[in-house]
């Protein structure tokens, strides 16, 4: 059982287009996240979620649009993509927002643009 | 904003050499996490620390908190190529905070 699963696992499209990555946990936690790794490896926080809220919304361009329709799932809509969003996307999810909680992370979705 | 450094980048050791490294902050940290990422994989958690100058063992790791709570190491004794990978530390209260990460290769 995978316990936070994230699709699709890679994602190759142009220039321009619009995107989604969807994002569940059956971890029964109420914090998730997305963060970005570029090729240098830099993990970076996009978005933190609890019980549905946003609570961390980073310096993100507002071509990013993630949603959390419940507590168990964040999913993250990328319009008018760019070279530059080329990266790792990954979930992640914790059991609370405040810190000493492991966080468990997805596998990844490899976004390439075009 | 908080910044977490990590040196070195990159490090090259013959299998069985030890390997740390080094995780500094300019700011207190209420706890330090550790993470490692195989190559392709995705981070994985291994262990916390919470206490000024703690020091924590898993087999072949040694993990160490500062005394002013600012720094933390890593260690591992006698490198395995299975320790491949990048090693990341991580703070947060409401959100955390990855350093840069040290990139590990061990040379068989």
């Known amino acids: 059982d995978t316990a936070v699963s994230q699709t699709p696992k890679y994602l190759v499209t142009q220039m321009g287009n619009d995107k989604s990555i969807k994002c569940e946990q059956n971890?029964?936690?109420?914090?998730m996240y997305w963060y970005k790794q570029d090729s240098k490896k830099f993990l970076k926080i996009m978005f933190s979620?609890?019980?549905?809220?946003?609570?961390i919304n980073e310096t993100v361009p507002n071509r990013f649009s993630p949603k959390s329709p419940d507590k168990a799932h964040l999913n993250l809509h990328i319009n008018s993509l760019e070279l530059g969003d080329s990266a790792v996307y990954f979930c992640?999810?914790?059991?609370?927002?405040?810190?000493?909680?492991?966080?468990?992370f997805g596998e990844g979705s490899w976004l390439t643009v075009v | 904003g908080q910044q977490v450094m990590q040196i070195p980048q990159y490090q090259h050791v013959q299998e069985g050499e030890d390997f740390t490294t080094y995780c500094n902050s300019s700011?207190?940290?209420?706890?330090i996490q550790w993470y490692k990422q195989r190559p392709g994989g995705h981070p994985v958690f291994l262990i916390q620390?919470?206490?000024?100058?703690e020091v924590k063992k898993q087999k072949r790791l040694t993990f160490q908190f500062g005394e002013a709570k600012k720094n933390s190491s890593l260690h591992i004794t006698a490198t395995q190529t299975t320790d491949v990978g990048t090693y990341f530390c991580?703070?947060?209260?409401?959100?955390?905070?990855f350093g840069t990460g040290t990139r590990l290769k061990v040379l068989a």
């Open positions: 991580a703070s947060g209260t409401y959100k955390y905070i």
């Open positions: 979620y609890n019980n549905k809220e946003l609570i």
């Open positions: 700011t207190t940290l209420s706890n």
């Open positions: 971890l029964g936690h109420d914090t």
């Open positions: 620390l919470v206490k000024s100058g």
């Open positions: 992640a999810s914790s059991h609370a927002q405040s810190g000493g909680n492991t966080i468990y």
